[in-house]
């Protein structure tokens, strides 16, 4: 549909008038906005906000400072340690451990085979049970001695009956 010249005109006015009125209520909006930013609460609470961030800032520097601090601490103390891991004196101190423990155990099983050498007569199981112990001549005497005299004392019961009185 083709418009005529007077519906042309028509519309361009009403475009002119609706454009003004637009950019009108537009200019009001940009300058409440303004008028909003500038207004005593707005300014205040702003004030309040760089207060804010000035003290969070300094709490921050001051944090910041801190830890740099023990950052500095800590590697000088991982230095140390591992300096003190890595001592030679350490090492040769571990070392002299193991030398004299092996001096210990040596000395220790050459004892043990002075004492068992003692004992030969209670090595392997007859060190553990009496039936498997080859009984020493004197030891076999006494045992005999004392089987007779059990054996004397159940032959004279008078020899009690004596002994009582």
Same mark, same amino acid.
């Given at each position: 549909m083709?418009?005529t010249?007077r519906?042309?005109?028509?519309n361009k006015a @009403?475009?002119?008038? =609706?454009?003004? /009125? *637009? @950019?009108? =209520?537009?200019?009001?909006? *940009? ?5 909003a930013?500038l &207004?005593?609460?707005v300014?205040? /609470?702003?004030?309040?906000l760089?207060e804010?961030?000035? $003290?969070?800032e @300094?709490?921050d520097?001051?944090? %910041? ?8 601490q800590?590697?000088s103390?991982e230095k ?6 890595e &001592?030679?004196? %350490?090492?040769?101190a571990h070392? %002299?451990? &193991?030398? $004299?423990a092996?001096?210990w155990r ?5 004892e043990?085979?002075?004492v068992?050498?003692?004992f030969?007569?209670l090595?392997g199981s @007859?060190r553990?049970a009496?039936g498997?112990w %080859?009984?020493p001549?004197?030891? =076999?005497? !006494?045992?005999d001695?004392a089987r007779? /005299?059990?054996? &004397?004392? $159940? !032959?004279?019961p008078?020899k !009690?009956l004596?002994?009582?009185?």
């Amino acid at each position: 549909m083709v418009l005529t010249e007077r519906q042309k005109a028509e519309n361009k006015a @009403a475009r002119k008038v =609706r454009d003004r /009125a *637009y @950019a009108a =209520r537009k200019k009001e909006l *940009y300058q409440a906005q303004t008028a909003a930013e500038l &207004s005593e609460l707005v300014i205040q /609470a702003r004030q309040r906000l760089r207060e804010a961030q000035q $003290f969070a800032e @300094a709490l921050d520097r001051e944090r %910041n400072i801190k830890i740099d601090s023990l950052r500095v601490q800590i590697q000088s103390i991982e230095k140390e340690i591992t300096l003190l891991q890595e &001592s030679e004196r %350490n090492d040769r101190a571990h070392k %002299n451990v &193991s030398h $004299f423990a092996e001096v210990w155990r040596k000395t220790l099983a050459a004892e043990k085979a002075v004492v068992e050498a003692r004992f030969p007569d209670l090595q392997g199981s @007859a060190r553990w049970a009496v039936g498997c112990w %080859n009984i020493p001549p004197d030891v =076999r005497a !006494e045992m005999d001695a004392a089987r007779a /005299a059990a054996a &004397s004392e $159940f !032959e004279n019961p008078i020899k !009690e009956l004596v002994t009582d009185i």
